[in-house]
Nanobody, 129 residues
């Protein structure tokens, strides 16, 4: 059974940084997509960043240049380094995974409303001005 557990959320002031982590277990697929998504109060969930099993990444325009997605395959960990945080980044952040050979970009995910198979429980990120 696949389990994804996020950690690292918290409260920071505008301009600050946070690093989110996602521990994956029970995941044995050789080809996959993993990503970070977020949902702000009153808004739909949106893609933030995705990475495939070869390390190819894609970012939402709103976070490009500020956020970095990375993975440690040996430890089965996914990370999201978030710098220059803004109040608009306040949301619950979710780690997600999908066993597939072809990963859509964040823009492709938003356009097609494709849903990843596995999701974590989410971690709250709050950025104050």
């Amino acid at each position: 059974q696949v389990q994804l557990v996020e950690s690292g959320g918290g409260s920071v002031q505008s301009g600050g940084s946070l690093r989110l982590s996602c521990a994956a277990s029970g995941y044995t697929y050789s080809s996959y997509c993993m990503g970070w998504f977020r949902q702000a109060p009153g808004k739909e969930r949106e893609g933030v960043a995705v990475i495939d099993s070869d390390g190819v990444t894609s970012y939402a325009d709103s976070v490009n240049g500020r956020f970095t997605i990375s993975q440690d395959n040996a430890k089965k960990m996914l990370y999201l380094q978030m710098n220059s945080l803004e109040p608009e980044d306040t949301a619950i952040y979710y780690c997600a995974a999908d066993p597939t050979d072809v990963c859509l970009t964040v823009q492709g995910l938003d356009a097609t409303e494709y849903e990843y198979n596995y999701w974590g429980q989410g971690t709250q990120v709050t950025v104050s001005s």
